[in-house]
């Protein structure tokens, strides 16, 4: 409604002007648009005053110049848009001082020159327009219908409609905001990749964006609209229980103001599938009381995902899916703690395939992976489910069994069947690929039983670990309990390694020497063999020191020892012509052998000594061929190119094969002395013997036989074309200076 300004003024009103204004009120009460109140303006004062020509000048943005941006009547067109300075005109004047001017017919209002002065205009009458205290305009009628000029009345009555415009103007520009802000605001929600929307506090949806009716699987905002939120996407727990209203986290947020930050919750889509979401939900105030809240969400199935894959990677074999070492420890852990409280055995087997490396070298890896998986599924089939089957990497798996009752005789009983159980499935053929024939492999297994805490984990692994190599001693495909003989092999081992170190440090071992002999019985070198005799102590054989070395790594610095003692002997007979010629074989562990510096360290025994060279040779067993053959391979052709050359000790008694035999560049073949002892009674063994002499010619390797006793032993390798030996028959491994003493008596 228009304001009127004072009593006396309304009754100086003409009917007509009053229901104008009153017009003018209503119809600028209506309209939003600032560019239509204008003109509406422009319209309305030039007919309430009876004005020639109404136009209204408004500031522009750089408050340099107005521009008119509404006119009305006579001279409408020729005002209409233009633009001039701020500074020019009566206009220019009325903005800058921000007061009415009205001026008559003989007025000598000095701006009547100017441009926009119309042509034969009369009087003029300009006030200013104002919106929130500051000029943004005016009010310029020019020239009174009936030629006479404005007067107080029209200043007035102009003065009135200015303010309202000014109020008009101001609510239509909120209303441009407004609108503005709710455009934006809709673009960021329409926009937002985030699922938005907002309950009241009863619960019931007031809006949803885009994101969400499309993560929920809704076409339209009315499909939510006015719907209780809680029953259309937290209705059940993923289990099938029923979500209570009570239970939803939006509603807390919306009952006590709250906000409420929930990271992994299931929503219920419409076409009833679940998928995992994180949602924040912030509670909305109106007028300081709390109103709703607002929730944004979103769909967390691709981190849920990569979360999983991350944890199988960490908890999980790839190739078998197996739960991996880490996981077994800890559930092991959990078994023991099961078992402390319910006092419960448990069995711990470790099993292992039998020559699973002959299989990955010969068949190849996809082949070897492929029994492996094979393996995990058969051992899987034949345990409990609550029972945990892991795999420790290579060919080497882990079952757990629980809640095997108080009575150790029985538990053994039920892991030992369970054992052989999965003994015989992993029995059972393989077909590893169509282009093979079946596979067969066996297994060899280590158990050994637990009850709370009493033995450490570390240690229940050591036992069944050490009955898994009591297992592949009886000769493989066998079962084997940790006993308590077993628990004193360990003690004396782990005593053996300490006294061994320090026996290392105290010059407690030494190198015998034993002959080895050529066709016409001529010395032609000598195997170094090493020998422990602790102080206070009897001497230790190296079949019981050398597995503890090998195992605790000592091996590595006593092999070295070893070498560099050989190669400052070969110095030392240098200048003798009688042992300047002699050879001496070096046994080298795989372990030694594996190391990246073995190389170097040969090198460096040599250069130091300074040694021949083709005098040093390295004696493998055929223990190195279960790992990496081909970097065995190589490392051996680096030692051959300083000279050295290399035997094969114990051939024909572990893994040898043809194709290793090609692979490796080899001098020399030894046939072990098991061979050699049964050459007479055993007719399987003489034919090994002859075998393995004829094959060797056949690649060009020499060959020495081990272990000759007595003449016809020897009589029986010379005539299969044997043309080297070692044996008690020609002398034991002895000192040195004996060693010395025998080449001087021959
Ligand atoms: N019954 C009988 N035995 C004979 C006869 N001729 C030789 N022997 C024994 O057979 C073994 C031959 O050594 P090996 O096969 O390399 O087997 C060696 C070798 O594998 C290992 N070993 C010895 N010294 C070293 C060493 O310095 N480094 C490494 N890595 N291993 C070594 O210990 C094993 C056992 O060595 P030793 O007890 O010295 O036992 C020696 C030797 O005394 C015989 O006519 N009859």
New binding site residues.
């Given amino acids: 409604m228009i304001e009127l300004p004072d009593a006396n003024f309304q009754s100086d009103l003409t009917r007509e002007e009053l229901s104008l204004l009153l017009n003018l009120g209503e119809r600028l009460n209506s309209e939003l648009d600032p560019n239509n109140i204008l003109s509406l303006v422009a319209e309305l004062a030039c007919k309430i005053i009876g004005a020639e020509t109404l136009a209204l000048p408004m500031v522009d943005l750089d408050e340099k110049t107005y521009t008119y941006r509404a006119a009305y009547g006579k001279h409408a067109e020729l005002l209409q848009e233009k633009t001039f300075p701020t500074f020019d005109g009566a206009c220019g004047w009325v903005i800058k001082h921000q007061r009415p001017l009205l001026f008559g017919a003989g007025g000598d209002f000095e701006m009547r020159m100017d441009a926009h002065w119309l042509p034969g205009q009369a009087s003029s009458l300009l006030v200013p327009l104002m919106c929130r205290g500051a000029i943004i305009g005016g009010l310029s009628a020019m020239g009174k219908i009936g030629n006479v000029p404005f007067d107080q009345h029209d200043q007035t009555m102009l003065t009135l409609i200015a303010n309202q415009a000014g109020i008009a103007i101001d609510n239509a520009r909120l209303f441009q905001k407004l609108s503005l802000e709710e455009s934006r605001l809709r673009l960021v929600l329409d926009s937002a990749g985030e699922a938005i929307y907002g309950v009241d506090l009863d619960g019931l949806c007031i809006f949803a964006n885009p994101s969400c009716l499309r993560l929920l699987g809704y076409e339209r905002q009315e499909d939510l609209a006015g719907k209780l939120m809680h029953n259309l996407i937290h209705h059940t727990y993923p289990d099938g229980r029923p979500f209570p209203v009570a239970e939803c986290k939006v509603r807390l947020s919306v009952r006590n103001g709250e906000y409420v930050h929930v990271e992994n919750e299931l929503h219920w889509r419409a076409d009833g599938t679940a998928f995992p979401v994180e949602y924040w939900s912030r509670p909305i105030y109106r007028d300081g009381k709390l109103d709703g809240a607002v929730v944004t969400f979103i769909d967390i199935t691709e981190r849920k995902l990569t979360e999983e894959k991350i944890l199988r990677l960490a908890y999980f074999d790839p190739l078998t899916n197996l739960p991996n070492r880490r996981l077994l420890m800890d559930r092991f852990k959990q078994a023991l703690i099961a078992s402390d409280r319910s006092k419960e055995l448990g069995a711990l087997i470790i099993l292992d395939l039998d020559n699973f490396k002959t299989i990955n070298d010969t068949l190849g890896h996809d082949i070897g992976d492929q029994l492996l998986i094979l393996v995990a599924q058969r051992i899987l089939d034949n345990i409990r489910q609550e029972d945990t089957v892991s795999r420790l990497g290579g060919d080497e798996y882990v079952v757990m069994l629980e809640n095997m009752g108080t009575d150790p005789i029985t538990a053994s009983n039920q892991a030992e069947m369970i054992a052989e159980k999965i003994r015989n499935a992993l029995a059972l053929p393989y077909m590893l690929s169509d282009k093979l024939q079946a596979h067969y492999s066996t297994c060899s297994f280590g158990i050994t039983l637990f009850q709370g805490h009493k033995v450490p984990i570390e240690t229940l692994f050591k036992q069944a670990d050490v009955a898994l190599y009591q297992a592949k001693d009886a000769g493989r495909n066998a079962i084997r309990f940790f006993s308590p003989e077993m628990q004193a092999a360990i003690d004396s081992r782990s005593e053996m390694e300490t006294t061994m170190r320090n026996g290392l440090l105290h010059n407690e071992f030494q ?2 020497y ?1 002959p080895q002999i050529d066709i016409d019985g001529e010395i032609i070198g000598a ?5 422990w005799f602790p102080r206070d102590q009897e001497s230790v ?3 019981q020191f ?1 597995p503890v ?2 195992e605790v790594g000592l ?1 590595i610095p ?2 070295l020892w ?1 070498m560099e003692t050989a190669c400052a002997q070969l110095k030392a007979w240098e200048n003798d012509p009688r042992t300047r010629h002699l050879k001496i ?5 795989a372990r ?1 052998l594996r190391q990246l510096e073995f190389v170097k360290q040969v090198q460096d025994a040599l250069e130091f000594s300074g040694a021949n060279p083709s005098l040093l040779k390295l ?1 493998l ?1 055929e223990s190195v061929l279960l790992e990496d053959v081909d970097d065995i391979v190589e490392r051996m052709q680096q030692i051959k190119l300083f000279g050295v050359t290399f035997s094969l ?2 051939f024909g008694t572990g893994f040898s094969s043809l194709s290793y035999l090609k692979r490796l560049p080899l001098d020399q073949v ?1 046939i ?2 098991s061979f ?2 049964d050459i007479h009674t055993d007719p399987n063994d003489a034919a090994i013997v002859r075998a393995i002499i004829a094959m060797s010619h056949s690649l060009g390797l020499k060959v020495i036989a ?4 007595t003449k016809s032993q020897l009589n029986f390798l010379k005539n299969y074309g044997c043309a080297h030996f ?4 020609f002398g ?2 002895m000192p040195i200076e004996e060693f010395e003493k025998l080449l001087k008596r021959i």
């Fill in positions: 190198l015998f034993q195997e170094a063999l090493l020998r054989l190296p079949i050398i070395a090998e091996i006593l092999g070893v074989a070096v046994n080298v562990s030694q004696e067993t000790d114990d030894k072990d002395q050699v002892r081990e272990g000759v006793e070692q044996g008690y028959l034991k491994p």
